[in-house]
C-alpha cells in the first residue's frame, strides 16, 4: 500500500482514504488525468499483476504554474503538424 500511495502522491494524486475488504486493499484518490494515461502498467508492475482500478471523472482543477507552458508547447506542437 505505502508504494502505491507514494506512487500516486508522486504524480500530484490526493490520497482521499483507504479501506480493507477482506484481503482486498482499497485506496480512493483525486488524480489529475494527464498523470494516470500509463498507469496501468506501472501498477501491475508494482503489484505483481494483482490489481484493478477505476476511473471516474470528478472535477476540473487549476494546472500548477510550472506545467503551463509545457501543455501550451505540446498544444502547439500538436496544431502544427495536423497542418
Known sequence: ???I???????RGRIQGMDSFGELQVVKANI?????VNYETELK???GGRWSYSIEFSHY?????HLVQTIIAQAKKESESKS
Not at 32 to 36: C, D, F, K, R
Not at 61 to 65: A, E, F, H, L, N
Request: proline share 9%.
Open 1 to 3: 500500500m505505502g508504494d
Open 5 to 11: 500511495t507514494g506512487n500516486l502522491s508522486s504524480r
Open 32 to 36: 489529475p488525468m494527464a498523470e494516470v
Open 45 to 47: 508492475l508494482m503489484t
Open 61 to 65: 482543477d487549476i494546472v500548477p504554474s
